[in-house]
């Protein structure tokens, strides 16, 4: 690395320690602490967010970019210095240009957003929550306004979490997709389901769901030595470094596989981030590239590996070892159909891989329009109901079942939710170039073997940090864009393959 960079590696670094820093106070918060530490909590951690903001945006640090800048200008794009300066000043640029009184204001908005929204969706009182939510909504066009976009203004919200992504290509790729989803779900919902799935809400030991939690976790090679699991109200995943990334779930005595299921998702998480660049620690390249891209590797193990066929013809026999005779009753093909059941319900995060991708749809065309002023907070309810009713053919009975089932909105996280149906797209393509370019993969996760993809996934995606932004990522490795193709495809060979066995 020249000189110039040194210098910009090392003041990084110190911001850099000072986000892990944070990262395991939070962690910490969402997993051990006791009720009463909330407060003091609260203060170190607005401490520490101030400090980091601080140096990040200092007028040192701009001056060590612009020296990087000078020193690799005319070097290749997408060398490792290039793209490392390009990150900084991206980063430096994003918060340079938001005034620490709209931060504060953001912040202090969505901590009281936060208690204000579960008790409305307690009552299912949109209402009650609508001030703090039109609050939210405004503080954010005045962010979009500020960081600035040539397009739409929710182009430079959707930045925040996917890089370079415009809403006109959202529209472009959801608009493909629906019209290929929509006919799709219409026709499966029509018919029966192809099992039945009371064996799934039984009661299952917990300590066993948990012991083969951890069996799968190993064969998937999540590295205890540089991570561990614990629980949470939420399941998440979190990394303070590559060396140590930690996952979250919970249990439940009558749900069989959803503990399992979020195990899958946050290994998929956690495997990208002990993947990430080793010798680039701590540098602005360190980074995943998105949380598209971030989601595309939990959705890749949890629905395309962990609901396959393959997966449970290795996995079925382990687990009725684990259970004693509970699920002797089941065989492969009822287990493998009940885990791909698909049925239309109001809750998002409670949706099959089938009708996923259409809550997100009525979300980004509400957050869109809300950024955009043509839609204002209190029409929220009935379009919401509208578009269920459009899309998925049901209308939620109240509001906690509709419009205030998420908490991204008292976040003030408008532009996020797009970038699960990214994820959903981005799986299916690096999904089928990895199985291009290792035919073996398929058989070996019949045998319970995810090395070769776990590789390949190394390989092409993980190693390369922040260096490319999603859209250039699927080009180096399809020679394309981010397509709908593949996931329709993998949808429909699915979905018709498990409902045409009933
Ligand atoms: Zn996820």
């Known amino acids: 690395m020249s000189p110039a960079i040194e210098k910009l590696n090392n003041a990084w670094a110190r911001i850099s320690r000072i986000e892990q820093t944070i990262a395991v106070l939070s962690w910490d918060m969402e997993t051990y602490m006791p009720v009463e530490g909330v407060k003091p909590r609260a203060e170190q951690l607005a401490l520490l967010s101030e400090l980091s903001h601080r140096w990040l945006i200092s007028d040192e640090t701009g001056r060590l970019i612009e020296d990087a800048e000078a020193e690799t200008r005319g070097s290749d794009y997408f060398s490792i210095e290039a793209s490392l300066v390009r990150a900084a000043r991206r980063a430096y640029d994003q ?60 182009d430079a919200l959707l930045d925040l979490y996917e890089p370079d992504l415009t809403t006109a290509e959202v529209e472009r790729l959801f608009g493909e997709l629906k019209t290929g989803l929509i006919p799709l779900v219409k026709e499966i919902t029509a018919r029966k389901s192809p099992a039945d799935t009371a064996f799934l809400t039984r009661t299952y030991d917990t300590g066993r769901q948990e012991a083969f939690g951890l069996r799968v976790l190993g ?23 590559p060396y140590d990334v930690r996952i979250t ?27 990430l660049p080793l010798d680039l620690l701590e540098t602005p390249l360190c980074q995943p590239i998105s949380l598209g891209v971030h989601e595309s590797q939990s959705r890749l193990w949890e629905n395309i590996v962990g609901r396959s066929r393959g997966f449970w013809k290795h996995y079925l026999p382990i687990l009725k070892e684990h259970f004693h005779g509970q699920l002797d009753d ?31 749809f009525i979300r980004f065309e509400i957050e ?16 919401w109901n509208e578009t269920y009713q459009d899309y998925l053919g049901i209308v939620p009975p109240n509001d906690a079942l509709g419009c205030l089932q998420d908490i991204h909105w ?42 070769a993809l776990l590789e390949w996934l190394r390989e ?41 066995l009933s």
């Open 249 to 275: 779930t919970r249990y439940s005595e009558d749900d069989l596989l959803s503990a399992l299921f979020s195990t899958i998702h946050e290994a998929g998480h956690a495997l990208y981030d002990m993947g």
């Open 410 to 451: 008292a976040h003030g996280s408008f532009g996020y939710f797009p970038t699960y149906t990214i994820g959903n797209l981005l799986s299916a393509q690096l999904y089928r170039a990895a199985i291009d370019a290792c035919p073996s993969i398929p058989g070996d996760i019949k045998k319970g073997n995810f090395i």
């Open 460 to 500: 092409n995606v993980h190693r390369h940090g922040s260096r490319y932004t999603s859209a250039e990522l699927v080009k180096n490795i399809t020679g394309g864009g981010i397509q709908v193709g593949p996931f329709m495809r993998y949808l429909a060979d699915k979905f018709h393959e498990v409902y045409s």
């Open 95 to 154: 918060k340079k240009k938001l005034p620490e009184e709209l931060v504060t204001r953001l912040a202090r908005t969505t901590a009281q957003a936060n208690s204000i929204w579960i008790r409305a969706r307690e009552e299912a009182s949109f209402p009650a929550f609508a001030p703090v939510l039109s609050e939210l909504v405004a503080i954010s066009r005045d962010m979009a306004d500020l960081l600035g976009s040539t397009g739409h203004r929710y």
């Open 219 to 241: 064969d998937m090679k999540f590295d205890f030595n540089r991570g561990r699991q614990d629980r949470s109200a939420h399941p998440f995943t979190t990394s303070f470094t």
């Open 330 to 360: 089941v065989g492969l093909q009822q287990f493998y159909a009940a885990v791909n059941t698909s049925r239309p319900g109001f809750i998002r995060v409670e949706s099959d891989e089938l009708t996923y991708n259409l809550h997100i």
């Open 368 to 383: 869109k329009e809300l950024i955009g002023g043509s839609l204002s907070v209190k029409q929220i309810p009935s379009l």
